[in-house]
């Protein structure tokens, strides 16, 4: 009898698992895939930022950025693929390291509910219990009824990561982050990439001014954007695949990528025999304390309600454990940032100035340009800007968002300041190191307090 039985070794999973064990309890784990690391690790975050940064170094290269200009430039598609796939295989080994340190169990199988106390693994036949079980289960690929998946023409992110040669033509359904982020890499490569989107603006999650500011640089770069289109069928073709617009019209490519989503996953599980069922979007209902509505079954990441993003899921993660163990435990859900990597990269933290127009909250925006960064212009980065919106009376910051270089690692600053109820005062009068970046997000809290020093 486990302490804890961990179902699923995603970002959320490996790392609940992790934090449980160092709080001295006896941990098990069931993945139903032979590596650890979840979405995210496997076919996620990590292989999609290897091919991101490779691809970003070789498309400088073409573009002859800075001066630079290289002839006869050839890219081994071959080669790249292998970086990405040691690139995860490196990452997914570092855990099974992180369990035999810790001391955790893992069974190797796919976990079905017996009861409330009891998960078999059906591959092995194993019958585990434990004292709280932990659903991980994470996510899939989002598939509509009007479109026809062949994973080969018209495919879902896990095989966008891995096309055997560059697709002269590609059009990608959704124009959300992942499709975004994919959609650039091929582009980056030499494919003719069209993005569909169905709401009147990219990345809609986002602050609206971050939409409409990216839409702008993906546009020149070369990314052919529609927004407000309904796509009623997607079909792969005996060549290549079709995808059929509202009003008639038809697009052809070599291959097509559906991004329009991701569903919490719980098939197999057999949640009915523990007492549980999903939502009507398939999510495990949850408390503020990550418990279920049996108190000993909690569930954290993307099969619960809230962001999909692998850092949201961790932290849920040490939250859930931590309230098994100690009686509290708790995630600060508007210090939760998130980021486009894309070139320039999107991101943002906190409140957007919708969601504050829209719950009454006065508040006030001090905005500061690449261009005017020094640190930026030595780059040969001054596209983009980051914004700080700061409540009108206390200062108080509620919300940071940007676009340009890198600016993803500057938010890691914006995030911590709202974790500690920072005020754009108190960012702005922070020494920031020169040249840097940072300096950016000091100058847009200074703009939002009283006035910035660089414009
Ligand atoms: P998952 O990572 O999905 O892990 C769930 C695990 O449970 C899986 O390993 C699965 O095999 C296992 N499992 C499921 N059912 C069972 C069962 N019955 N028995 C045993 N095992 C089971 N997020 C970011 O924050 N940053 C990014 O840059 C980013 N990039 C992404 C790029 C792509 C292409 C994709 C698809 C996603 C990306 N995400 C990113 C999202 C991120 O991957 C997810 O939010 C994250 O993986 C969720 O973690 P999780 O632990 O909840 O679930």
């Given at each position: ?135 991980a289960t994470g996510s899939a690929p989002l598939i509509p009824p009007w479109a026809q998946v062949d994973f080969e023409r018209v495919v879902t992110s896990t095989e966008a990561l891995s096309f055997p040669e560059v697709p002269q033509r590609l059009i990608v359904v959704g124009g959300g982050v992942i499709g975004l982020e994919l959609g650039v890499v091929w582009h980056r490569l030499g494919a003719e990439v069209v993005v569909l ?259």
């Amino acid at each position: 009898m486990y302490d804890l039985l961990v179902i699923g070794a995603g970002p959320g999973g490996y790392v609940a698992a992790i934090r449980a064990a160092q709080l001295g309890m006896r941990v098990g784990v069931v993945e139903k895939e032979k590596a650890l690391g979840g979405t995210c690790l496997r076919v996620g975050c990590i292989p999609s930022k290897a091919l991101l940064e490779t691809t970003e170094r070789i498309y400088e290269v073409k573009k002859g950025l800075l001066g630079a200009k290289v002839q006869g430039l050839e890219v081994d598609l071959k080669a790249l693929l292998a970086y990405k796939d040691k690139v995860v295989q490196a990452n997914t080994q570092g855990i099974e390291f992180l369990f035999k340190k810790n001391g955790i169990a893992r069974h190797l199988g796919t976990a079905r509910f017996l009861s409330d106390r009891k998960v078999l693994v059906e591959e092995t036949g194993e019958e585990l219990s434990a004292r709280f079980i932990l659903i991980a289960t994470g996510s899939a690929p989002l598939i509509p009824p009007w479109a026809q998946v062949d994973f080969e023409r018209v495919v879902t992110s896990t095989e966008a990561l891995s096309f055997p040669e560059v697709p002269q033509r590609l059009i990608v359904v959704g124009g959300g982050v992942i499709g975004l982020e994919l959609g650039v890499v091929w582009h980056r490569l030499g494919a003719e990439v069209v993005v569909l989107e169905y709401m009147d603006r990219i990345l809609p999650t986002m602050d609206a001014e971050l939409s409409r500011a990216a839409e702008k640089v993906f546009k020149k770069e070369g990314l052919a954007i529609r927004t407000g289109v309904r796509v009623t069928a997607v079909l792969p073709q005996a060549k290549g695949a079709r995808v059929e617009l509202e009003g008639g019209e038809v697009l052809e490519a070599d291959r097509v990528l559906l991004a329009v989503g991701r569903r919490p996953y719980t098939e197999g599980l057999a949640l009915e025999n523990a007492g549980l069922a999903t939502d009507e979007k398939g999510r495990i209902p949850v408390d503020e304390h990550l418990r279920t509505p049996i108190p000993h079954i909690y569930a954290i990441g993307d099969v619960i309600r809230g962001p999909m993003l692998a850092h949201k899921a961790s932290e849920e993660g040490i939250a859930a454990v931590e309230h098994m163990a100690k009686g509290f435990g708790h995630v600060d859900y508007q210090a939760i940032p998130s980021v486009v990597y894309t070139h320039p990269e999107v991101a943002g933290v906190g409140y957007t100035e919708e969601e504050l127009k829209e719950k009454g909250i006065p508040y006030k925006v001090g905005r500061f340009p690449y261009a005017a960064s020094g640190r930026a212009r030595a780059m040969g980065e001054t596209e983009g800007f980051v914004k700080v919106l700061a409540h009108a009376k206390t200062d108080r910051i509620l919300g940071v968002h940007g676009i340009g270089a890198r600016v993803g690692d500057i938010l890691a600053e914006a995030a911590l300041a709202i974790f500690f109820k920072a005020s754009a005062e108190d960012v702005g009068r922070a020494p920031h190191h020169h040249p840097s970046l940072s300096e950016i997000l000091k100058e847009a809290a200074l703009a939002a307090w009283e006035k910035p020093i660089h414009l």
